[in-house]
């Protein structure tokens, strides 16, 4: 039996009696950062396959997934036609025990569809935040207790109330919903996304300047550009980088890179993301700018 996975780039037939019994869905709603998921998982030597998330139970079941992840996404769970879930999916996911993550459209769905509430925000999040870690959590475990991180944050709408038996298991620093949990149901939710702009900080490493640089980051910017993207013109995102050297946080200074690694990582960043067409580099010091951007 053959079924098709869902491509950014094309459809390809995947043989499902090839398929390792250890599988990860990608159930795909339009997130620019889905392949990336998959990628990263298959790095992992774990099989992982994407399928449009509006695909029918039967094409779910068909694989026989472990664990399914639900992409975030450009829509709204409040617009009229917002791609859903089918009809049937919980009942299934829980009578298999399959494990579901739902990244920020994904958790927003998921907060939905169990019963929760979802607002628009009413100041949208877009580029790196910071969150803390809450004790007790079946999804972080007890290394990252009370330690911030840096995260990835791309969405205009919130939780405000959690469906029964979730609980918040991250924050903000400005005290808003970051992750949640069901472990009984075995349901988990990021509102931001774990998998991105690696690329920077991946390559900085690669290049040896990681322990040069003071602190480094990406900025997903809310305006979009003009573009030219395999022969078809884009109307796509624009992406900061910032990279700086300080002795005590007081002062900073841009770091200098060399043009040819600012050309590749802009090459992988927009051959990798999809959505991003133009990449920009802070070239301003503290004063008269802060280290981040908000």
Excluded at 140 to 151: A, K, L, P
């Amino acid at each position: 039996m053959a079924i098709e996975e869902n491509n950014h780039n094309s459809n390809s037939i995947v043989n499902i009696n090839a398929i390792s019994d250890n599988v990860v869905l990608i159930l795909d709603f339009g997130s620019q950062y889905t392949h990336l998921i998959t990628r990263r998982i298959r790095q992992l030597a774990v099989c992982s396959v994407c399928l449009s998330g509006t695909s029918p139970l039967s094409a779910m079941a068909a694989l026989n997934p472990s664990v399914i992840i639900l992409s975030g996404g450009p829509h709204s769970v409040h617009e009229e036609g917002a791609p859903s879930l089918p009809d049937g999916f919980f009942d299934y996911v829980w009578e298999k025990g399959i494990h579901v993550l739902g990244i920020c459209y994904g958790l927003q769905l998921l907060v939905k569809m169990m019963g929760g509430e979802v607002k628009p925000a009413e100041s949208q999040e877009y580029g790196r935040m910071e969150v803390r870690t809450h004790e007790g959590s079946k999804l972080y475990g007890d290394i990252f207790v009370g330690e911030r991180q840096s995260v990835w944050m791309s969405h205009g709408d919130e939780v405000v109330r959690l469906p029964e038996g979730f609980v918040v298991v991250a924050t903000s620093l400005q005290n808003a919903i970051a992750a949640i949990e069901n472990p009984h149901k075995r349901l988990y939710g990021l509102q931001y996304h774990p998998e991105v702009d690696e690329i920077f900080i991946n390559s900085i490493k690669d290049a040896g300047l990681y322990d040069s640089i003071w602190q480094a980051f990406a900025v997903f910017l809310p305006v979009k550009t003009v573009g030219v993207q395999g022969d078809k013109r884009t109307h796509s995102h624009a992406v900061a980088l910032r990279a700086i050297t300080s002795e005590d946080g007081m002062t900073a200074d841009w770091y200098q890179f060399d043009p040819k690694f600012l050309a590749e990582v802009s090459a992988k960043i927009c051959n990798s993301v999809r959505g991003v067409n133009r990449i920009v580099y802070d070239i301003t010091s503290k004063p008269p700018s802060t280290v981040e951007w908000e």
